[in-house]
T-cell receptor, first 113, second 116 residues
Framework: SQQGEEDPQALSIQEGENATMNCSYKTSINNLQWYRQNSGRGLVHLILIRSNEREKHSGRLRVTLDTSKKSSSLLITASRAADTASYFCATDLMGGGGNKLTFGTGTQLKVEL | GAVVSQHPSWVICKSGTSVKIECRSLDFQATTMFWYRQFPKQSLMLMATSNEGSKATYEQGVEKDKFLINHASLTLSTLTVTSAHPEDSSFYIC????????????FGPGTRLTVL
């Protein structure tokens, strides 16, 4: 399936450190999106990067996209305890017909004080 | 910003009963709404795509007679889990895509369904 693989599955860091999560996918995409989900809650859209873009920033977030390797990374700098959540990448497939998103397996991030 | 609500937030029901979950776009019109299911500590799996005024498109392996989807207006889609069983217990999340924002989906807060 197209479902993206994310690694690591879980990550625990200290507040102030940077957190990096990686996402790999299998087929060509229109864009790739990153979402955050607090436990038992809905998803919050973080950032969208189009297939012709290589890097994008939003506040403490930095996303890269390498279409040749079919991979993306999400970097959270200067992490805070409030960043503790699950993070998912989602791909909007080329020719997917209707903007269907396919979610990756997710990374559980825990930021400790 | 675009807000999507779901009702109820959580529901507990007996096996064999039907449960309806509502998804509303509060401040925008959504031509397309999506329904996802998420099991504990797992990713979201798309169940179906719902277009206003037409039949929903179900993903492979999702029973359309069990998960009835109605998208009667540009602001409301409903998912009815018919004859629910314990294995249907899950977190159901909807999302909505606005007319003008083709690439972005706005997600609801989710509905926790527990079938006893």
């Amino acid at each position: 399936s197209q479902q993206g693989e994310e690694d690591p599955q879980a990550l625990s860091i200290q507040e102030g450190e940077n957190a990096t999560m990686n996402c790999s996918y299998k087929t060509s995409i229109n864009n790739l999106q990153w979402y955050r989900q607090n436990s038992g809650r809905g998803l919050v859209h973080l950032i969208l990067i189009r297939s012709n873009e290589r890097e994008k920033h939003s506040g403490r977030l930095r996303v890269t996209l390498d279409t040749s390797k079919k991979s993306s990374s999400l970097l959270i700098t200067a992490s805070r305890a409030a960043d503790t959540a699950s993070y998912f990448c989602a791909t909007d497939l080329m020719g997917g017909g209707g903007n269907k998103l396919t979610f990756g397996t997710g990374t559980q991030l825990k930021v400790e004080l | 910003g675009a807000v999507v609500s779901q009702h109820p937030s959580w529901v507990i029901c007996k096996s064999g009963t039907s449960v309806k979950i509502e998804c509303r776009s509060l401040d925008f019109q959504a031509t397309t709404m999506f329904w996802y299911r998420q099991f504990p500590k797992q990713s979201l799996m798309l169940m179906a795509t719902s277009n206003e005024g037409s039949k929903a498109t179900y993903e492979q392996g999702v029973e359309k007679d069990k998960f009835l989807i109605n998208h009667a207006s540009l602001t409301l889609s409903t998912l009815t889990v018919t004859s629910a069983h314990p294995e249907d217990s899950s977190f159901y999340i909807c999302s909505a895509r606005a007319l003008a924002e083709y690439n972005e989906q706005f997600f609801g807060p989710g509905t926790r369904l527990t079938v006893l």
